[in-house]
């Protein structure tokens, strides 16, 4: 996919996009493209220099993720950067230190734990919809208003950790629906699916800088 040339609040550079074969990318681009910002796929160590912030996108198992991920040869990379890194979905997942689906360590980048919701919760499994998020003041959420709705789909959550958790959400127990340490940013919703809030999600971490 060639990069996009319209204009962006980030210049030249733009987002690059983690091109591992795990994600959905064109519903992301999709968005990308309503908000009018600069993106590039990202399948080499030597892409990531091409663009001031980084996607990782995710769909699907957290194991099978993290071993494509491997593939890639881009892990040690994606761990030593400075630049901001926004994990979506699956992607958040990875950023985790260990996952119950499939037993799978990860990048380790934040020291929380992917696990599987519980049936006894007497909950749907997966946990698919619109869902009440409460952010915390945090720049990714700036403008979005406690209790936004975002949509999920996902049958693993995020262990909740007060330290690393920006926005949480419950299903049964409360859960981080998004997290940061330091530079690395993830998010268990879709915004690219989740209307204009999640556009708003895009737009400002598009905007971050560190």
């Known amino acids: 996919m060639e990069d996009k040339n319209s204009k962006s609040p980030l210049g030249d550079l733009g987002v690059g996009i983690i091109n591992y074969g795990a994600g959905n990318i064109f519903s992301l681009t999709a968005a990308l493209d309503r ?5 590039g796929m990202v399948n080499t160590e030597s892409d990531l220099e ?8 995710g769909v699907g198992h957290a194991g099978a993720a993290m071993e494509k991920l491997k593939g890639t040869g881009l892990v040690e990379a994606i761990k030593k950067l400075t630049k901001p890194v926004l994990g979506i979905c699956v992607g958040m997942q990875l950023i985790t230190e260990h996952s119950e689906e499939g037993d799978a360590a990860l990048l380790n980048i934040v020291p929380v734990k992917t696990k599987k919701f519980d049936k006894s919760l007497n909950i749907k499994i997966p946990h698919m919809g619109w869902n009440a998020v409460s952010p915390k003041n945090n720049s990714l959420f700036e403008g979005v208003e406690d209790n936004t709705q975002f949509y999920f789909v996902h049958s693993y959550f995020i262990e909740y950790n007060p330290t690393f958790d920006i926005a949480s959400a419950d299903y049964g127990l409360k859960f ?11 998010v268990q919703f879709h915004p690219e699916k989740s209307g ?6 895009l737009k400002n971490f598009s905007n971050l800088s560190l």
Do not use: C, M, R
């Open 35 to 39: 908000l009018n910002v600069t993106y």
């Open 50 to 57: 091409k663009y001031s912030h980084i996607i990782i996108p």
């Open 176 to 186: 981080s629906a998004a997290v940061q340490k330091d530079n690395f940013y993830g």
């Open 196 to 201: 204009k809030a999640g556009e708003l999600v």
